[in-house]
């Protein structure tokens, strides 16, 4: 569940400046995984939950960029 974060943490760790325009795909991306994990998951499990919790933070911490102009 966590490597796509790692892999993501990897990738902005390397550049010097990170922009939004490398940013916002990575973290939709995330939603996007943490999404598909939650429907492999059974509802309620952990993976689940944490999956969910990923979704929930990502939503909560980056949206406003998203939106921001």
Do not use: D
């Not at 796509?4 to 990575?26: G, Y």
């Not at 492999?40 to 909560?60: D, F, W």
Request: aromatic share 6%.
């Amino acid at each position: 569940i966590l490597h796509p974060f790692f892999q993501v943490t990897e990738e902005i760790s390397a550049e010097l400046n990170v922009t939004a325009s490398k940013c916002i795909p990575m973290v939709r991306n995330l939603q996007k995984v943490t999404t598909s994990m939650m429907q492999q998951q059974e509802k309620g499990n952990i993976g689940y939950r944490l999956a969910e919790a990923l979704n929930g933070t990502l939503q909560r911490r980056c949206s406003a960029y998203e939106t921001s102009r």
